[in-house]
């Protein structure tokens, strides 16, 4: 009879992100960009079609934005982008040019599709 030999590998598990922390980010990241203002509610409404309540709560740091909403979010903000990646733990792998390869990329890709 063999005797079982297995030892147990120790993993560091990553910190697991709440949705509370997830929305306080967002708060600050959109805050950074375009404020809190009335004009701000309104100008993020336009960009992803959600309510003024949501984006209010957004702006609170209530409650985060959706997926469909995140991704809409990222393509207009630098700073959201930059909280996603912290977020997900890869912040350190792209460094600042390459946020500008990544605008002209959305840049044109909406030249692209507008045809």
Known sequence: MLREARK?????????????EYAIA??????QEIGASRHAV??????????????????AGVRGPSAVHLILLAQNFSSVRS???FLSGQEGRYSVGSEIIVDLLFEAIALLTQQ
Do not use: G
């Open 8 to 20: 147990k590998l120790r993993t560091e598990t990553p910190k697991n992100l709440t949705a509370h």
């Open 26 to 31: 967002i708060e600050v990241a959109l805050k």
């Open 42 to 59: 309104k100008t993020l409404c336009k960009l992803t079609n959600a309510s003024e309540r949501t984006v209010q709560n957004w702006l």
């Open 83 to 85: 909280t996603i990646m």
